[in-house]
């Protein structure tokens, strides 16, 4: 019972994360629903017997599922993989952090500030940029 | 080989078209002309073994598993379309010198030629029913890009033949397969020749509707009639070759190929009567309304070539070897007018029949030449037009089914043949007739004459001589109607009905032309649907569609892209509420400590969400990680929860490097556009608990757990569990992730960029000195645990991941403090330790393979086996380097300091490069 809430609430707050502005958030959206089906497998394997699978220490009868939890290790480092793989490129994909000029694509996201969805802010982001633009060049002459 | 040496000449001659023609400039079409010729002769050296009623044949496999092969087979219905491709060919190339522009090479032009007479060879001598639609499919490719070269006025009409003819193409392929189904073959002979397999397999109605379907697109049948007067923009060369003598007549020879096995049904027999006549008339009565040569004779050829289907779905001997006839005769008298029609294109400049006007005079052999050839279209004494339409006559009134189908499918013939007597005089009169002068115009030069002429020559011969062609015809004829005997073909039937169908078609159409002028005011008043607008409505309406659809992928906003699947889970699990039920009673598991950690998570997890901090968001996650690595610990889950720790101390170091010079806090969204967003979560979140119920918590340990709690100990020697598995047992899955981790590792690496290269050496701890210190010392004591835990992983909580994950954490303590360049620093270079992992666990995997046994076996190693090291041991430290590759790339490439702000003193965010839009700290 207990098992099956972490679930809901993990998978609520990434599913939430995923759907707002922002790389950032998306990542650690992304993470959390990482450990939303990590701990499904794990109680999928039964939360009767908890010892843990340590041969020396646990007496097989009561030990805990190895399987799941082998699976489950292998998740957990893959899912940080990914995590490391996609913060770089959420530094990576934003142009202006590697040349130190405005974006060339108007609608790259970026970390902080998600997306164009909404077209006003789009504007705005252009006007924004616009000024940027010219500020720093005014500073390279 | 015979047939291979054909195919390959052909093929040769399409490949040394480009540097010829960059030699020989337009000239090329000669030294082509005589290549088609010379294949067309070796080809014709089994002529008398195909007439007798052998067959050559050579056959490869292509795809045994499939039973499909690479198979030729010349047969004597396959004989008469070569003699058509490489004879009309040779023609064509011979033409094309005079016709193309001077000063260009075309070797695209004659390559795309040579490529389609190729690919038809190909077509009518395939002998297994994958080739032959491979073969299809290639000519419709051919056509398109032959058209294509007019230019950017072609693109509509290209298109169009492209779209309806592929889509003939795909109904072929379907009836391909459908096929190979009930016959359980591929081999057309076979098929042929049992056609009870196919009749009685209950497919075969499908398979013959999808073969009309293909022949009706590829021959230019109503209603797909439009594609080919559009495809008259392509130049006259291609409209000769391609689109009225062998592109279009794939669809005949498909239809006079599965003659053998539809020719007795009933349905086969009234579609294509009923569908070729209705096209002969129409296509007829449309012709009569040009005014463009070539429109006309596009749409003659449409209506010619729905006689011919007409007469196919006759099915009898006789009209088998008519169709056979008027396809030979159809191919030369059509291939004639086309090249001089673009003659007269190019020596007047116009093709419009009302602005051509006594031509007669100053060409005087160009227009003899075309009133041979439109005789010959008009069926009149003594053309090979006239034989083979007497023929046409004659199997049409043998048409079955009722008592009425053979007057009334002769009537409608008869009507056509009116109908083309009135245009062929229209274009003869249209183009030559008239008295006036015209000064500037002259004949052209003989070389450019000379191909159409000798095609109206043969078709004037031919006529009175036609029992030359008799042993092709019979032997063709016979090959589609193995039923019974074709007749032979001879030039005088003596005073017969279908010489008084004849002499009536002639009478009528004199009458018809004689009222020309009310005819024509007639006909320019009527309106009629225009299929090809029709088409292009129907296509602009499914671009459109395609638009709409998809319309909400056209962003890079990822909440765009991911609320539709995630709706489609909340459905699902509503759906799965709904449906399940009964499930049995689940244990009650839950330890008060268990609500402890959910408790937590309750507090913790909305508050990660809700905050609008980006440094509290990673930090909050990183809590979360740890009240589920400490859920993991209450489950009996040591090595994960150890894991997972060491996991979010390293995101979180990863994440914090990121962070640096972005703004400190989210951009802020009005509340209301929070709203969907927090319902779908809140869905999703109630799918996943009630999910999370019904799938666990109702049976005891797995088997396999069991089985690898009981026999792990005495099969692999460790004590933990876990490990055993990730080592020993699924070596496999373990070097599979390895593989992703060496990929995220290199990929990480690359998108921050090659810094090495530069060897800049960044300043370290920034003075502060406790970090520093701190840094000296447990630094090597890090390592000396990461190697400690490595070594134990096999018997306690240990191994590779968690081993290098503290390795990982010392590598970035070593960076804060002692910045790059340091000794470490360049021994922890990740492509090197990303590729040494890979490279050992792959070695590690292969070894045992060296003593014959399966990859990935544990094997004792000579030396180490001493110390206790397995090949276990150096998988995990392959595992070990990988994912200290991983993190040595994201730890060492982040923290170089912004290329921007190499000098600016760490503090306060840099602003202006890294905020795109909407600054949230000027925000309101």
């Not at chain 2, 690479?70 to 004989?79: F, I, N, T, W």
């Not at chain 2, 319902?679 to 666990?696: C, H």
Request: hydrophobic content about 55%; some cysteine; charged content about 15%.
């Amino acid at each position: 019972m207990s098992a099956a809430l972490v679930v809901g609430l993990l998978v609520a707050g990434g599913v939430f994360l995923l759907l707002r502005r922002g790389l950032l958030r998306i990542v650690l959206g992304f993470v959390l629903l990482g450990h939303a089906v990590n701990v499904l497998l794990v109680s999928a394997g039964g939360m009767q017997r908890r010892g843990a699978p340590l041969l020396g220490e646990t007496e097989a009868d009561v030990a805990a599922d190895p399987l799941p939890q082998a699976f489950v290790l292998t998740a957990v480092v893959i899912t940080f993989g990914i995590t490391v793989y996609m913060l770089a490129l959420a530094r990576a994909g934003d142009p202006g952090a590697t040349t130190g000029h405005p974006p060339a694509r108007s609608d790259a996201p970026s970390l902080a500030d998600g997306s164009d969805r909404d077209d006003a802010d789009r504007d705005d982001a252009t006007a924004d940029r616009g000024r940027r633009t010219d500020a720093s060049e005014g500073g390279a002459s | 080989m015979l047939l291979v040496l054909a195919l390959l000449g052909m093929l040769a001659l399409a490949v040394a078209a480009p540097p010829l023609a960059r030699r020989l400039g337009r000239n090329t079409g000669y030294p082509l002309a005589a290549g088609y010729l010379a294949v067309a002769a070796l080809l014709a050296s089994a002529a008398p073994r195909v007439w007798a009623g052998d067959t050559e044949t050579a056959s490869w496999e292509w795809l045994p598993s499939l039973g499909v092969s690479l198979s030729l087979r010349l047969d004597g219905v396959a004989g008469v379309f070569c003699l058509i491709v490489l004879g009309v060919g040779a023609l064509v190339m011979a033409y094309c010198p005079g016709y193309l522009a001077e000063d260009e090479p075309h070797g695209t032009v004659y390559l795309l030629l040579t490529l389609f007479a190729t690919s038809m060879l190909g077509l009518v001598l395939a002998a297994d029913v994958v080739l032959l639609y491979v073969f299809w499919e290639l000519t419709t490719v051919c056509s398109f890009f032959l058209i294509s070269t007019a230019g950017a006025a072609a693109a509509r009409p290209a298109r169009q033949a492209l779209l309806v003819t592929a889509a003939g193409g795909l109904a072929l392929l379907a009836a391909v397969v459908l096929l190979t189904v009930a016959a359980g073959t591929t081999d057309l002979a076979t098929i042929l020749a049992e056609p009870d397999r196919v009749l009685d397999s209950g497919l075969a109605w499908p398979i013959g509707g999808l073969l009309v379907l293909a022949a009706c697109t590829k021959s230019a049948q109503l209603p797909f009639h439009f594609w080919l007067p559009g495809a008259m923009v392509a130049m006259t060369p291609v409209s000769a070759y391609l689109h009225s003598a062998t592109m279009v007549k794939a669809g005949i020879y498909l239809l006079l190929r599965f003659s053998p096995l539809f020719a007795e049904e009933s349905a086969w027999s009234t579609a294509l009567i009923s569908i070729g006549l209705l096209t002969a008339v129409t296509g007829a009565f449309l012709a009569l309304r040009e005014n463009d040569l070539k429109g006309i004779l596009a749409y003659s050829t449409v209506s010619q070539l729905g006689l011919l289907v007409a007469v196919i779905g006759v099915g009898t001997p006789e009209a088998l070897a008519a169709a056979v006839l008027h396809t030979f005769a159809h191919a030369l008298f059509k291939a004639t007018l086309f090249m001089l029609a673009g003659i007269v294109d190019e020596e007047t400049g116009t093709r419009d029949i009302r602005e051509l006007s006594g031509m007669w005079r100053a060409m005087p052999v160009t227009a003899a030449t075309t009133v041979l050839a439109a005789l010959s279209l008009a069926g009149v004494i003594p053309m090979l037009g006239f034989v083979s339409k007497e023929y046409l006559f004659i199997g049409l009134l043998e048409a079955e089914g009722a008592p009425w189908a053979g007057p009334v499918a002769l009537a409608l013939g008869v009507t056509a043949s009116v109908l083309t007597f009135a245009y062929a005089a229209r274009i003869v009169h249209g183009g030559f007739g008239g008295s006036e002068q015209h000064s500037d115009v002259s004949e052209p030069p003989a070389a450019f004459l000379l191909p159409g002429a000798v095609a109206a020559g043969l078709g004037l011969v031919l006529g009175p001589a036609v029992s030359v062609l008799s042993p092709m015809i019979v032997s063709a004829a016979s090959d589609v109607a193995p039923a019974g005997d074709p007749p032979e073909v001879y030039f005088w039937h003596g005073l017969s009905p279908e010489l008084a169908m004849s002499a009536l078609t002639i009478v009528l159409g004199l009458v018809l032309f004689g009222f020309r002028a009310p005819v024509d005011r007639a006909l320019q008043r009527l309106r009629l649907p225009d299929a090809g607008r029709l088409f292009d409505r129907g296509h602009d309406g499914v671009i459109a569609l395609g638009h709409v659809v998809g319309g909400p992928e056209r962003t890079s906003s990822p909440a765009a892209h991911l609320s539709r699947p995630l709706v489609a889970v909340v459905a699902l699990g509503g759906v799965g509420a709904l449906v399940v039920g009964g499930l049995p009673s689940r244990a009650d598991t839950d330890r008060p400590l268990d609500w402890v950690v959910a408790g937590l998570l309750a507090v913790v997890v909305p508050a990660a969400v809700l905050t609008g901090s980006t440094l509290a968001a990673v930090g909050l996650v990183g809590i979360t990680g740890l009240l589920v690595a400490t859920w993991f610990l209450l489950a009996g889950a040591p090595d994960v929860a150890l894991t997972l720790m060491l996991v979010e101390v390293m995101t979180a170091v990863v994440a914090v490097l990121v962070l640096r010079g972005v703004p400190s806090r989210f951009v802020r969204s009005p509340r209301r556009a929070a709203v969907p967003a927090a319902a779908l979560a809140l869905g999703a979140g109630v799918a996943a608990t009630l999910a999370t119920l019904a799938f666990t918590g109702r049976r005891e340990l797995s088997a396999v757990g069991e089985h690898f709690l009981d026999s792990t100990e005495e099969q692999t020697g460790g004590t933990n569990v876990v490990n055993t598995i990730l080592v020993d047992y699924r070596g496999l899955d373990t070097l599979g992730e390895a593989v992703v981790l060496g990929t995220t590792a290199l990929g990480t690496a690359l998108v921050l960029g090659r810094s090495e290269r530069r060897r800049t050496v960044t300043p370290g701890a920034r003075g502060d000195a406790v970090l520093e210190v701190g840094g000296r010392v447990l630094v090597p004591g890090m390592f000396l645990l990461s190697a400690f835990l490595l070594w134990r992983g096999h018997d306690e909580p240990g191994g590779g991941f968690i081993a290098a994950l503290v390795a990982g954490a010392a590598i970035a303590l070593n960076q804060l403090t002692h910045g790059s360049g340091t000794f470490l620093g360049r021994l922890t270079r990740p492509d090197r330790l990303a590729g040494a992992g890979l490279v050992l666990v792959v070695a590690v995997g292969a070894l045992p393979t060296v003593q014959g046994r399966a990859f990935l076996t544990p094997v004792e190693l000579p030396l180490l086996h001493a110390l206790g090291i397995g090949s276990t041991f150096l998988f995990d430290l392959g595992v070990y380097l990988l994912v200290l590759g991983l993190l040595a790339a994201a730890v060492t490439r982040l923290e170089q300091p912004d290329r921007t702000a190499a000098d600016e003193p760490p503090g306060p965010p840099v602003t202006g490069p890294l905020v795109t839009s909407g600054v949230p700290e000027q925000a309101p």
